[in-house]
Each structure stands twice: as C-alpha cells, then as structure tokens.
C-alpha cells in the first residue's frame, strides 16, 4: 500500500509541477480526436478533412478555454452537416442555440462535457463519463451531459440518413420534417439523457454526504443505478439493451472511475480529527480527515574508499 502510496503522490506532484504544459497537450489531443472522428463518420465537407486545418484547428484549441474548443467543434459539425443538407443544418443550428442558452445560462462551465460525451460513445466508454462527471463536476453537470447525449445521436442519425438528406428532389419541408425527426424522434437518446442525469446527480449528492469512503460509494451506486435505469427503462420503452453488454460496460465503467477516485487522493479514514472553534453567533463542530500520505525517506550518503589512510605515530 505504502508503494501505491507513493507513486500517487509522485505522479501529482509531477502533473502539478508540468500542468502549464500538459493542459494545452491534453486539449490539443482532445480537439484532434473530436475532429478526426467527425471527419470519420461526417466527413461531407472536404476542405474541412485536411489534415493541416485538424492540426491548426487543434492547436488554436488547445490555447482556448473549453467554451472556446466546444465553439470550434459545433462550428466544424455546422459545416460538414450543411455539405449533407443545409435544413439539416439550420435545424441543428436551432439547437445548438437552445443548448446554449441552457447551458450557459445554469451552468457556464463544463463546456468540456459537452464534447467529451461524443467522444466517449465512439470510443465506447459512454458509462465512464456520468459517474466522472458527478464525481468531479457540480450539480448542474447534468446539463452539459444531456447535450452531449443529444449531440452524439443527431451525428449519428446525420450519418444513417445521409443518402436520403443529400437527395435533392425531395422537397424543403420533406427535409425539415426529416431532419427534426432525427433529433427528436430518437427513444433511445431520450432514455440515455435520463439516465446520465439520473446518474451524475446521484454520484454528486452522495459524495456530499459525512460518510467514510464515501467516494467510492458514491461511483458504485451511480454506476448501478446508471444500469439499472438502461435496463428497466429499456424494458418499459420496449428497446432493446443487450444485457450482457450493458452489464459488462457499466461495471467496467465503476471500476474504471473508482480507480480515478483513488489517484486523486486517498484519505486515512482511521484517523479523523474532531475540530470545535465558535464565533459570534454559531459554535462549529468540524470532522476532519486527512490524506493518505507517505513520507519521504531521508538518503543517507556513506562514502566507501578501498584505501585506508595510516595511522598516526604514537607520541
């Protein structure tokens, strides 16, 4: 334990000593790889495809803040999506306007979600990103999760019905009707954003609780209510979940975000410290826990010579 101990503290140390410079690293792999899965699966503009505007695109991203990377990101979906059909364009358009509004009007932080969210359902790790957000965002994270849910399925709706959105002898209001049934008529989004939600909320409220270890209490319960929620709302709503997988990924997805929690700092719940200190009006009683935390070993240096030095006459 004393070894796993350590090398927590080694490697945030490390990442505190060099965050000036892996931030900007982290973003820039960030924006490449939202860029590149755009390309990927909505790649209609081909000006948007060269491989040096992903790389400028990333590199001015990885200087903004996440509000500034989630602009670029909707602004490059924009144009890919009006290469396709440009109602569907205008459609999404009004949503990312709404999802805006929403956003920043509760919540002006945790644009990142917004893009992770997408991310992490093509990389098929969606189930991780809730019980990290709860764990590490605020209550109102649910808002930026919802959108990203939202984001994803109408990229993915865009895809499946490309062919008949870029057929130009359909009609204007034919293309509209389409085009808002793909961000509306999905269940299985409308599903997913409920149990995201449900789920963030759960891990944030626990969390706050006055209980030993809550931490990991609080991603364990998240992530099966989480499943939970998929399986019996897939059932009412008549989708179909396959079980085992759904099982498998929301319980990787607990353990991967139990080993999140434990890296951020690990607290020796044996030892609490019960603080009292009053003021004019209240009496404060505190419970303190302290962190885990292995100290540093003294090095000793001895010096070893092969030659031994004569001694001195005797007088």
């Known amino acids: 334990m004393g070894t796993i101990l350590d090398i927590q503290q080694r490697v945030r140390g490390w990442f505190v000593n060099y965050e000036p410079y892996l931030l900007p690293l982290l973003k820039f792999l960030l924006m490449m790889g939202v860029l590149l899965t755009m390309n990927w699966h909505l790649g209609y503009r081909l000006e948007l495809m060269r491989w040096i505007l992903v790389i400028l695109a990333s590199l001015v991203c990885s200087l903004l803040p996440f509000g500034g990377m989630t602009a670029v990101a909707a ?3 924009l144009g890919h999506v009006s290469a396709m059909s440009w109602e569907a364009a205008a459609v999404l358009a009004g ?13 002006p932080g ?3 979600l917004i893009v992770l969210v997408p991310l992490a359902f093509y990389l098929r790790v969606p189930y991780l990103i809730p019980l990290l957000a709860g ?37 204007i209001p034919d293309q509209f009707i389409l085009s808002l049934n793909i961000l509306t008529g999905n269940r299985t989004m409308v599903l997913l954003v409920i149990a995201f939600c449900l789920a963030a909320l759960a891990v944030y409220v626990l969390n706050r609780l006055p209980v030993d270890y809550i931490e990991y209490v609080s991603v364990t319960v998240g992530g099966l209510l989480l499943m939970l929620v998929l399986l019996l709302g897939g059932q009412i709503m008549s989708l179909s979940f396959p079980t085992v997988p759904l099982v498998v990924h929301c319980l990787l997805s607990i353990l991967a975000a139990l080993v999140v929690s434990f890296c951020l700092g690990s607290f020796d719940y044996s030892r609490p410290e019960f603080l009292k200190y009053e003021d004019d009006e209240y009496r404060y009683y505190v419970k303190a826990i302290p962190r885990m935390v292995v100290s540093k070993s003294e090095r000793k240096v001895q010096e070893i010579s092969g030659h031994r030095k004569p001694e001195e006459p005797k007088k």
């Open 95 to 107: 949503l990312m306007f709404i999802a805006v509004l929403l956003h920043y009007l509760f919540l």
């Open 135 to 171: 764990l590490l965002g605020n209550g109102l994270s649910f808002i930026p999760l919802g959108i990203g849910v939202v984001i994803y399925y109408t990229m993915l709706g865009l895809e499946r019905n490309a062919m008949t959105l870029m057929d130009t002898t359909r009609s």
């Open 110 to 112: 945790g644009s990142a």
């Open 75 to 77: 602004l490059y979906l």
